[in-house]
């Protein structure tokens, strides 16, 4: 074999070899891709059954004192350190939430703080189901009585006045000092 006919079969090979490789990689990412649409997916089947279940089969008191449960534990696991500078001081945990949603959405006046959320920070469900029983909102209706009240040091009221899973456009929560 001549060098030029060498030279020809080895930049072919290369080239095969290079392609095989892109064509291997991107049917990887696809099929991640699909897998993550499909785990979703399932995820988001799985909240509506579980929702289904509760709301067919628990009483309403029962059922909001489980989600706020859930709620007050998603707290503790993480968002709860968010007031450990703020004991005792409801503003400061205010303004640091502001910071957060926007100055106009974090407000307190006297005894009491509304909370504005533009869009769902659930990790849960942020990315679907669009919409959901009306039990849902009681976990982070459970989320904010624990931050107000660790706090505090005191009982707070929580009410979930609007929920984008309910089908509002933001989620807004009053938060009542007792």
């Known amino acids: 074999m001549n060098r ?37 997916k399932f995820r988001e089947g799985w909240v509506q059954a579980l929702l289904k279940n509760l709301d067919k089969r628990i009483d309403k008191k029962t059922r909001v004192g489980f989600m706020e449960s859930c709620g007050r534990d998603c707290a503790r696991r993480g968002a709860i350190k968010m007031t450990e500078d ?14 957060m949603l926007g100055k106009d959405n974090a407000v307190r006046r006297g005894d009491t703080v509304r909370l504005v959320y533009n869009k769902c920070y659930c990790p849960m ?17 459970g989320w904010v009585l624990e931050m107000f009240g660790t706090c505090t040091g005191k009982p707070v009221k929580v009410a979930c006045l609007a929920s984008i899973k309910r089908g509002d456009p933001r989620c807004e929560f009053e938060v009542k000092f007792v």
């Open 125 to 141: 469900v942020s990315k679907g189901p669009a919409r959901l029983s009306d039990t849902w909102c009681d976990c982070s209706r």
């Open 4 to 40: 030029k006919d060498f030279l020809k079969r080895t930049c072919g090979l290369g080239a095969a070899a290079a392609m095989a490789k892109t064509v291997k990689a991107q049917t990887q990412k696809n099929t991640s891709a699909e897998l993550a649409e499909g785990d979703q």
């Open 86 to 99: 703020c004991m005792g001081d409801a503003d400061k945990l205010v303004a640091k939430l502001a910071g």
